[in-house]
């Protein structure tokens, strides 16, 4: 292979050696979360059909919802993992989402309130790891004014 053929390390993301920590640990927390709501999404649409909800039809449809936006965060999880640089914004705007949630349950008068304590921690945790220099660079993501350098 010719040199005008290589590669230089500042041309390509930070792929070759092992994918940093805080990178893994945020595409756990993603991953995480998209369980929580496929376990949530199950459950409000098994007791929406096998229960007596007060609306059936609103509890099969929430259960559906919850499901299906499970895929944001385990879709960003997967792309994490791989050093996919796009899976930073699904990831971020899942954690975004995951703040206003995390506020109405820590509003509420009842069990929900740990619940939304651990879902704030979790998002502010992962925003933070999505954030972080090493995870950008790992991902190949250059800042702002850097794109059109190599």
Do not use: C, F
Not at 35 to 49: D, H, I, K, R, T
Not at 82 to 91: I, L, Q, T, V, Y
Not at 128 to 147: C, F, H, M, Q, Y
């Amino acid at each position: 292979m010719s040199s005008e053929q290589t590669p230089t390390t500042s041309d390509t993301p930070d792929t070759a050696g092992p994918r940093p920590r805080r990178l893994t640990y945020a595409a756990a927390l993603a991953a995480l979360e998209g369980l929580a709501l496929v376990v949530g999404g199950a459950w409000m649409l098994v007791m929406g059909l096998t229960g007596h909800p007060d609306d059936r039809q609103q509890a099969v449809t929430g259960g559906i919802t919850l499901i299906v936006l499970a895929l944001l965060p385990l879709l960003a999880a997967r792309g994490l993992l791989a050093r996919r640089s796009w899976s930073r914004g699904p990831a971020v705007i899942t954690q975004i989402m995951a703040l206003p949630v995390a506020y109405n349950l820590l509003r509420a008068d009842s069990i929900s309130i740990p619940a939304g304590i651990a879902l704030a921690v979790v998002a502010v945790a992962a925003l933070v790891l999505l954030v972080n220099p090493e995870t950008t660079r790992a991902l190949g993501i250059k800042g702002p004014g850097n794109a059109s350098r190599k």
